[in-house]
């Protein structure tokens, strides 16, 4: 894929001109902190199912009997595979059963919003602003955790694998660098410029910003200090796109990320994050039924394709020597509804599962309190009065933990990144 366009379009296009990519300021902001973590953040946008990714084990318990009794032949799960907590997750999911028992990938069961609410926009707004009520904060949680970093206006901190910078990573003060397509990234189709495709990333955002090689205004500067910058990051080139959002070449991206971050020995790169649509399966979700060895569900396919791009990954950071710096959170912005639909589906939820990734994970499977088996728990009350899942641990209670274990940051750096937030001290920790 190449980017057609010009200057001004560029910088709507990646970010450049909101982010300003202040370098000066990159150099400085990496010199006050030594911490060398990198966040991947993927979000599933449209609400993936939790049930389908965590469920009771089969055979008669109570919380299976209770689990058969939400979902018809269209989207129960009958040869999960048994992970720890009497649960089973989806066979899709297999390529992740290494590092799980590595200790390198944990499953949290039950992971919502502060607050219940099933309109996919509006809820994802209050997760990513780290809202404490049913209004969304001005900025992103991880765009407030740059600036607890002193991260805020360089531009490689916070990178968006996207059309435009999510509010994740929304700051106040500035913006990061969104590239939708890496592999094709600043390549020119224009007749004023040469088609610059055998040219790496850093020659290429030079000929855009500096065509005659001398600079007249602040934006050819800020785009000089910038192509100077990437020459420490040519990795960038190879990473393929995203189209559509979908997970198609997610594999490829990944792997290419590792080396990205392995390349990054100054540590300039802080949070990286990926979207990826098609999760709203209001019908024919699908099961765990496979024909000719394929899955033929839509959930199915498209937890397959997450699950062996994150194998992939964790395979290329171990290979590149880089995986002690990686963390993954992989989140949704709510779950499904806990009984079938009429139409092979699911409807708008509540509770879902989320995946961490990193090194010194504690457990498999973090299921406190998902799918009792005693079938007369409030929990089963609250899941059929509202046909969801209830909430049993935040979103923000996993921000928190990585935003503390991983990148240093103390009580009053935390209060800063989610204001109104309260830890449940009670919540299993992530981390050994």
């Known amino acids: 894929m190449y980017i057609e366009t010009n200057r001004r379009a560029f910088l709507r296009a ?49 919380a299976r009997v209770k689990y058969e009794s939400y979902r018809g032949a269209g989207t129960r799960i009958l040869n999960g595979i048994n992970v720890p907590s009497n649960m089973a997750m989806h066979p899709a999911l297999a390529a992740l059963r290494p590092a799980m028992r590595a200790g390198e990938a944990t499953l949290v ?22 809202s404490s009520n049913g209004t969304p904060r001005r900025d992103g949680v991880l765009g407030r955790a740059l600036g607890e970093l002193s991260l805020v206006g360089a531009g490689l901190a916070g990178l968006s694998l996207n059309t435009q910078s999510p509010f994740l990573l929304r700051s106040t003060t500035s913006g990061g660098l969104t590239a939708p397509d890496l592999r094709g990234f600043g390549r020119l189709n224009n007749g004023t410029y040469v088609n610059a495709a055998a040219l790496d990333l850093q020659e290429r955002v030079r000929r855009l910003y500096v065509p005659n090689d001398t600079c ?31 997970a198609a070449n997610l594999g490829e991206t990944l792997t290419d990320l590792a080396k990205l971050i392995a390349a990054d020995t100054s540590g300039a790169f802080k949070f990286i994050n990926v979207d990826i649509g098609g999760w709203d399966t209001h019908l024919n979700q699908g099961s765990d039924a496979q024909t000719n060895g394929a899955f033929t569900g839509t959930l199915a396919k498209n937890l397959e ?17 880089c995986w002690n710096r990686v963390n993954v959170l992989v989140i949704t912005e709510f779950g499904r509804t ?3 639909n009429g139409t092979a589906g699911t409807d708008h939820g ?17 299921a406190q309190g998902y799918f009792p088996n005693d079938a007369g728990a409030a929990y089963y009350a609250e899941a059929e009065a509202g046909n969801a899942l209830p909430r049993l641990v935040e979103h923000r209670q996993l921000m928190d933990e990585i935003l503390r274990q991983r990148f240093g940051l103390d009580n009053t750096a935390m209060g800063a990144v989610l204001p109104g937030f309260t830890r449940d001290t009670g919540y299993p920790s992530l981390y050994v």
């Open 350 to 366: 509540y509770g879902s599962v989320a995946l961490v990734m990193g090194s010194g994970l504690r457990a498999q499977v973090s």
């Open 14 to 62: 990646t970010g450049l001109g909101i982010a300003g990519l202040s370098l000066g300021g990159l150099s400085r902001a990496v010199a006050q902190t030594a911490n060398d973590q990198v966040l991947l953040t993927v979000f599933l946008r449209g609400a993936s199912d939790g049930m389908s990714w965590l469920h009771p084990r089969p055979g008669t318990s109570a």
């Open 216 to 246: 007249t205004t602040g934006t050819c500067e800020a785009g000089r200090q910038a192509t100077d910058a990437l020459a420490t990051y040519g990795a960038i080139s190879a990473s393929a796109g995203l189209p559509g959002g979908k």
């Open 109 to 130: 069961a039950g992971v919502a919003g502060a607050v219940e609410n099933r309109s996919h926009f509006q809820q994802q707004d209050l997760v990513e602003s780290g």
């Open 338 to 340: 806990t009984r079938e």
């Open 305 to 321: 394709g997450l699950a062996n791009a994150l194998a992939a990954f964790n395979t290329e950071a171990h290979a590149q020597g």
